[in-house]
């Protein structure tokens, strides 16, 4: 499970940002100093790092800076968050060593894309992990097994292929037509009818954890509390 450090003064953003990213599946700690956040890294490295630009005690450009500079964080991705919107202050983290730069305001589901998208070229996506986990359902990539709980969940490969999908990305909604191309193939010819029908089933076999599969009408589907 990735770890992710969100540093930002403002305590209510910051628990926005935290709650999010806990909810699809991170391990988050926040900061509101670039004190706080030092102290943390003396103990555990992070998978990535959502910095703000602004903060009391040091300049999250200084701070992105000096991550370059050390060889044990010179390759953790950041992503710098700043109220400022003109085209040199992104030109100036971007250029420091910033990985990718986000202005506020800006919506949840845009945070976690960016997030999941960059531990996905990072090597740290829940992609790349074996375990994929949501609730208390569990995909195991390497022995292709589904968990509820304590209980084996016996599931066809295309009921299996839709739940990794699904737990690949949790909290963000997917499209019935990513689904149908990624599980079903460009080629597929068939009604959409086929994918609810293998939505009714996936749900019906992951028992009361069948109801995290969420639908967004005319949408698609999420996995979600």
Known sequence: ????????????????????LTNVGYRVEGFCTAGEFREAMKRELPDLILLDVMLPDEDGLS????????????????????AKTTE??????????????????????ELISRVKAMLRRTGGSEEKEKILKFG?????????????GDKPCELTYKEYELLKLLLSNAGIVTTREVILDRIWGTDFEGESRTLDMHIKTLRQK????????????????????
């Open 1 to 20: 499970m990735a770890l992710i450090y969100v540093v930002e003064d403002d305590k209510s953003i910051q628990e926005i940002e935290s709650f999010a």
């Open 63 to 82: 701070i992105v800076k000096k991550l370059r500079e050390d060889r044990e964080t010179v390759l953790i991705p950041v992503i710098m968050v700043t």
């Open 88 to 109: 040199l202050d992104k030109v100036k983290g971007l250029d420091i060593g910033a990985d990718d730069y986000m202005t506020k305001p800006f919506g949840i589901m």
């Open 136 to 148: 208390n359902v569990v995909l195991d990539r390497e022995r292709h097994t589904v968990f509820v």
């Open 206 to 225: 992951l028992g009361e954890s069948g109801s995290l599969i969420k639908t967004v009408r005319n949408v698609g589907y999420i996995l979600g509390e």
